[in-house]
């Protein structure tokens, strides 16, 4: 298997754009999770699904970010529009979900900066 | 808010020497894992230990778990160079949830 796959893995971007994140999680796995992560803050998880349905958002800072699974081998996160503080580095994981808090499966990540 | 905090956040070690890093969490847990990150890499899993564990060895890791005192340990024998990274414990809580809470990590040195 190739892992979780996510593109790109750099976005520059300017303020007030648009900015879409990809990912494919591993083939099988029930659960798919997005992070961020800075300095200052460390790992977030901002969302997370199962079975293609988000379960839990309260991670989302602000409704300039959304996020879709439209199936079981494909999930967006969406930035509209974008802002400095956004820079991040944006990273999927994936977990089969066998069993509770089960392992996660992380992919390389996007490094989104916002100028 | 987080849920593990790893001590210390930095630690810069000779090869072949042990490296220990601490995490301290609040609440009930399901189980307990530990990762690794490379440089500019995604984050990969070393050890899963589950809350009625209380050691766990994986090659050269040990892991243990005191959850009257909700604080777990990694240990690394004998580190090689490449051993350099950054260490992250994450807690699951009970319940159910797959949710994992991530600490801020420990950055590992090991020098030649």
């Known amino acids: 298997d190739a892992g979780v796959i996510q593109s790109p893995r750099h976005e520059v971007t300017e303020m007030g754009q648009e900015v879409t994140l990809r990912c494919k999680p591993i083939?099988?796995?029930?659960?798919l999770f997005w992070y961020r992560q800075t300095m200052m803050r460390g790992l977030e998880l901002l969302i997370y699904?199962?079975?293609?349905?988000?379960?839990?958002d309260s991670g989302m800072p602000e409704d300039r970010f959304s996020a879709k699974m439209p199936n079981a081998s494909f999930s967006t996160l969406k930035i509209q529009p974008s802002e400095p503080r956004d820079s991040a580095v944006y990273f999927c994981?994936?977990?089969?979900?066998?069993?509770?808090?089960?392992?996660?499966?992380f992919g390389p990540g996007t490094r989104l900066t916002v100028l | 808010s987080q849920q593990g905090e790893e001590d210390p956040q930095a630690l810069s070690i000779q090869e072949g020497e042990n490296a220990t890093m601490n995490c301290s969490y609040k609440?009930?847990?399901?189980?307990l894992q530990w990762y690794r990150q490379n440089s500019g890499r995604g984050l990969v899993h070393l050890i899963l230990?589950?809350?009625?564990?209380r050691e766990k060895h994986s090659g050269r890791l040990r892991v243990t778990l005191d959850t009257s005192k909700k604080s777990s340990s990694l240990l690394i024998t004998a580190s090689r160079a490449a051993d350099t990274a950054s260490y992250f414990c994450?807690?699951?809580?009970?319940?159910?949830?797959?949710?994992?809470?991530f600490g801020k990590g420990t950055k590992l040195t090991v020098n030649p």
């Open positions: 994981a994936s977990s089969p979900g066998t069993s509770s808090a089960d392992t996660q499966y």
């Open positions: 083939s099988g796995h029930d659960y």
């Open positions: 699904f199962n079975n293609n349905v988000p379960i839990d």
């Open positions: 609440t009930s847990i399901n189980n």
């Open positions: 230990i589950r809350s009625n564990e």
């Open positions: 994450a807690t699951g809580a009970r319940g159910g949830s797959e949710k994992l809470v």
